[in-house]
């Protein structure tokens, strides 16, 4: 009988621990489960079912938080007694997560208060640093199950400031239009009524006042933008916008003053305001994802130097190695530096830097490259290089990396504007010179009417509005978007490239055939048992593979680091591991990944690991094929060629051997051409390629891991439904079209009572928030339908 | 009659004190995560009730 892990959810094999007629699939969930139950914890599996992690091995691999100066830049406060950290989470995922993190005074009584922050997985502890140090309250929340998430990037960060002033320009916009309305409301109707005459310079000059803010402060990033645009000679859509705002504010005062009427104060504030909206809405982010990460996100904060002299370590921050230094790299830790390999057999995972899966095997002697991860043991390293100054790190030097993608892109609404902004201009100098040669009382009138009344204020909401409300869609079907003009890159594409390893393949599950001769039943238990027994990834996942048999104990075992294991059970014995080690008869084919088994001293056969494609893969390239050039650059070798040759497409170009650089080249090559790229990648060795790219999108198993820098984050369960982003990203921009012939509708109409004269504050302030309502109803409609008819929620 | 002037101050004052503390909250960071407190806000009652179960449990002892 299958039972689910009562801790963490996976399933359990035979072996499952019961402890408290409860099943738990490791030692390390019943351990937490029993501290939770002992303190009056077990609340934690109330709220959720199975809400936790399995605790990793953690020894060791926090000492650096005994080096004072690293403790001192992690921490938010110190006095000496009491210490404030922030540790960014991974795991936490449910409300037992919360709960749990703000009980951990319960588990530790020198913690004093922890608070989480969920949307940004976020957790801020208060604690007594004299009793507890922050390497205690670390490893406090591993061995539950919430191992914080310490790199490179907690280091430079400080503290950030953020950013709130939109919400007070939208609290001051939105604060002065509600009162301003209260005020123009009695001369709306123009009652000639005793008090009301009385009151109503008062009024105005209330009004007046509470426009100022307005004017100066909440409006004054569209007279940057405007004034900005002009000086590159550009219109842009915020030249009519402070145009208008100027006019309005302008013109009213003037009206005040000579007791000439109202003013369109009321008009001034809702402009404001309803514009504000729009950004607001359109500025979605999603705080629990990073678009911005480089590879300080993945690096060590610390590594472990060995004195060469007294053969003493010590942690030192990764910044401070310098060229020579003698380091200690453990089990599973990434390499801060190129280095050369002193001692220990290095197994290098590289997939960070080329996408190449299968680690490497390396000898004393050998050269290693900053960002592979040692797989196997610990090694000793000389450092080659500093941290800036490493092979990987060095392609964060390009200048792709600084400048702002975004700073070049014309959206659709300022491609229109400047249209509309030359229109407008005309239309109201012709009426002008109209109303001089007619009557010319009533020119300045017109002209300032025309000004006010054409103020693009539902043209500037429907993006904003539109894009933001699919920015959401998008986000609740898992396609993250760094920000909403991303959407309009989308809509405009000629080509799209995919790196392989880890976005056409899952690293999820292998596809393992066996070659060979049928082992026999012992020879097939004494197998999996050998594996069980070894740590190493290719075991694990060989392990996973096989048919489950009963469990026991083998009589002897030995695991030769970078070669494979010996074991032996009653008068069984078996050798697996790597072709040369076991002594395969046939010549090795380099190209892929096979683990060879001899039992009793003969050559049994041989498990292949094939890179397992996504579900689904083939439909997407035939769909998207119709449409865009589609391109496969992978880091890795050649080996599986055929197989995607016959799997995609006839015209897609296969390309390997693509080594980072490579890849930035090859986009640039393209949009060198005139083309636009979206480059589809996982690992930092596309990161190039996704900066170069006009849209570059990570793949992620799991969000919450980390991706690099990028314009958007594709959940890889999601990558089925690319095509169906990609059309309603075009249908969006289709959607902001139709809402522009909705906007100049109504400009026509405003611009009549304007031109002949007869503008009055109740008009405008009638048709200003019925034009720019009902363009918002209409485009959020639309999108909604375009979502709901391309099925973007169904999985 | 000038007890308008005096309603109007005192009613545009009450907004302003409004305003001012919203802008406070904001400041203080109060709006940065809407989430986490409505979820927070649902355990107190669980770890009662969780408590009063544990109470129960000892005096059948």
């Known amino acids: 009988m299958q039972e689910n892990c009562f801790h963490c959810g996976n399933s359990c094999d035979q072996d499952a621990i019961v402890y408290d007629e ?25 709220l959720q079912d199975a809400p936790g992690a399995i605790p990793e091995e953690v020894a060791g691999k926090f000492d650096y938080l005994d080096n004072q100066t690293i403790v001192e830049k992690l921490v938010e406060f110190d006095d000496g007694d009491i210490q404030v950290v922030n540790l960014y989470v991974p795991h936490m995922h449910c409300s037992s997560c919360i709960w749990i993190l703000e009980n951990l005074h319960k588990l530790q009584a020198h913690i004093r208060t922890a608070q989480v922050n969920f949307p940004k997985k976020t957790v801020r502890i208060t604690y007594k640093s004299s009793a507890l140090s922050l390497k205690e309250v670390v490893q406090l929340l591993s061995r539950i199950g919430y191992e914080p998430y310490i790199s490179l990037d907690d280091f430079d960060k400080g503290k950030k400031e953020v950013d709130r002033s939109l919400i007070y320009k939208l609290a001051i916009a939105g604060f002065a239009f509600g009162n301003v309305m209260f ?30 803010p307005v004017v100066f402060y909440s409006g004054t990033d569209y007279f940057i933008s405007a004034y900005k645009g002009l000086k590159a000679k550009i219109l842009n859509i915020d030249v009519p916008i402070a145009l208008g705002i100027l006019v309005l504010f302008l013109r009213s005062t003037i009206e005040i003053i000579f007791d000439w009427g109202t003013g369109f104060f009321d008009s001034l504030t809702g402009l404001v305001f309803f514009l504000l909206v729009g950004k607001f809405f359109q500025q979605k982010t999603y705080s629990f ?9 993945y690096f060590p904060i610390a590594v472990t130097r060995i004195d060469k002299q007294n053969k003493s370590e010590e942690n030192i921050q990764v910044y401070d190695i310098e060229v020579g230094d003698r380091l200690l790299i453990r089990n599973s830790e990434l390499l801060p530096v190129d280095a050369i390999l002193i001692n220990g057999e290095a197994q290098i995972d590289y997939s960070f830097v080329t996408g190449e899966r299968d680690p490497v095997r390396k000898v004393s002697g050998d050269k290693l490259f900053a960002g592979g991860k040692q797989l196997d043991g610990a090694i000793e390293v000389e450092a080659l290089k500093s941290v800036e100054q490493s092979y990987l790190t060095q392609l964060w030097s390009n200048d792709v990396f600084s400048q702002n993608k975004d700073a070049s892109f014309v959206n659709l609404t300022n491609k229109i504007s400047k249209y509309f902004t030359s229109v407008l201009l005309v239309i109201s100098l012709v009426a002008t010179a109209f109303w001089i040669y007619y009557d010319s009382s009533m020119a300045l009138n017109v002209f300032t009417a025309v000004l006010i009344i054409a103020c693009p204020c539902a043209l500037a909401l429907s ?23 991303v959407i309009e890159k989308l809509n405009d594409l000629d080509t799209i490239i995919f790196d392989k390893t880890g976005t056409l393949t899952t690293n999820k599950k292998v596809a393992i055939t066996y ?43 030995e695991e030769i680091t970078g070669k494979g294991m010996v074991a032996r059970q009653a008068e069984n014995s078996i050798q697996v591991g790597s072709a040369s080690f076991v002594g395969s008869p046939q010549v090795e084919r380099q190209l892929q990944t096979t683990v060879h088994v001899k039992a009793n001293e003969v050559y049994k056969g041989k498990y292949t690991f094939n890179n397992q494609y996504r579900s689904g ?70 990161a190039g390629a996704l900066a170069q790219s006009e849209v570059g999108v990570a793949i992620s198993e799991n969000v919450n891991v980390f991706s690099p820098a990028c314009d958007a984050i594709l959940d890889a369960e999601q990558m089925h439904k690319l095509p169906s982003f990609l059309l309603a990203a075009r249908k969006t921009v289709n959607t902001i079209k139709y809402s522009f012939v909705l906007s100049f509708l109504y400009n026509v109409i405003g611009l009549y009572f304007a031109v002949t004269g007869q503008l009055k504050p109740v008009i405008a302030a009638i048709l200003m928030p019925l034009s720019s309502i009902s363009v918002l109803i209409f485009v959020t409609l639309l999108t909604n339908y375009t979502s709901r008819k391309l099925k973007l929620f169904k999985n | ?41 649902l355990f107190e009652d669980e770890l009662v009730k969780e408590e009063n179960q544990k109470q129960s449990i000892k005096t059948k002892d």
């Open chain 1, 515 to 557: 070659e060979g001769m049928n082992l026999t039943e012992e020879e097939a238990s004494l197998l999996k048992n050998t594996l069980r027994a070894s740590n190493h990834p290719l075991s694990r996942s060989l392990y996973t593979f096989l048919a489950s048999q009963s469990i026991s104990t083998l009589d002897s075992f």
């Open chain 1, 22 to 46: 409860k099943d738990f699939c490791c030692r390390g969930c019943k351990t937490i489960y029993e501290l939770f139950a002992n303190n009056d914890l077990g609340c934690y599996y109330d």
């Open chain 1, 617 to 686: 893969v083939q439909k997407v390239f035939n769909a998207l094929s119709r449409s865009y050039k589609l391109v496969v650059l992978s880091g890795d070798n050649a080996g599986e060629k055929e197989q995607l040759a016959k799997m995609l497409p006839k015209n897609t170009q296969l390309l390997f051997d693509q080594k980072p650089d490579d890849k930035l080249n090859f986009v640039k090559g393209l949009q060198e051409k005139g083309e636009k790229v979206m480059m589809i990648g996982d690992g930092l060795n596309d």
């Open chain 2, 1 to 41: 009659m000038s007890v308008i002037y005096l309603l109007l101050a005192l009613s545009i004052l009450v907004a302003l004190i409004f305003f001012g503390v919203f802008i406070y909250s904001v400041k203080r960071g109060q709006y940065d995560d809407v989430h986490t407190p409505a979820v927070r806000m």
């Open chain 1, 183 to 212: 005020l123009s409301f009695p001369e709306y109707f123009e009652v000639e009524e005793y008090w009301l005459e009385e009151y109503k310079h008062l009024f105005r000059w209330l009004m007046f006042s509470f426009s100022l």
């Open chain 1, 289 to 297: 994802l990073s678009f911005e990460r480089d590879y300080k996100s």
């Open chain 1, 463 to 485: 993006t904003p509005f539109s894009l933001g409300n699919m920015l959401r869609i998008f986000g609740r079907a898992k396609f993250y978007l760094k920000n909403a003009h």
